[in-house]
């Protein structure tokens, strides 16, 4: 692996790392929707605010989202539209092991 290799997949690895947690992933489909402030997605995950702001901040370190502030309220939005393609294919995968459980449990 060359040093220029090693570094694309250290990138990769950390923005799949910023994925890598349910709220994270509902987060990305709720901003694909539209820009939320932390106070509708604290109510939307049912966790607490400092909870939530530390899933945004993971993300938007790892350049997924974007903030804006409009007078005392942060609004949050998606930079990366394209993830919702990566995550429908892990729902095609999904889908594929639920098919080759149901095939392995009918053939018994």
């Given at each position: 692996?060359?040093?220029?290799?090693?570094m694309?997949?250290?990138?990769?690895?950390?923005?799949?790392?910023?994925?890598a947690?349910?709220?994270?992933?509902?987060?990305?489909?709720?901003?694909?929707?539209?820009?939320?402030?932390?106070?509708?997605?604290t109510?939307?995950?049912?966790?607490?605010?400092s909870?939530v702001?530390?899933?945004?901040?993971?993300?938007?370190?790892a350049?997924?989202?974007?903030?804006?502030?409009?007078?005392?309220?942060?609004?949050?939005?998606?930079?990366?539209?394209?993830?919702?393609?990566?995550?429908?294919?892990?729902?095609?995968?999904?889908?594929?092991?639920?098919?080759?459980?149901?095939?392995?449990l009918?053939?018994r």
């Open positions: 692996m060359t040093e220029s290799d090693k694309r997949s250290e990138a990769r690895a950390r923005i799949l790392k910023a994925l947690h349910p709220s994270r992933i509902f987060i990305v489909d709720k901003l694909f929707e539209k820009s939320h402030c932390v106070c509708e997605l109510e939307m995950i049912g966790s607490d605010t909870t702001s530390k899933h945004l901040s993971v993300l938007k370190n350049g997924i989202i974007s903030d804006r502030k409009e007078g005392t309220t942060v609004y949050y939005s998606l930079e990366a539209p394209c993830l919702l393609r990566f995550i429908g294919c892990v729902e095609q995968v999904i889908e594929q092991n639920i098919q080759k459980q149901l095939a392995s009918q053939s």
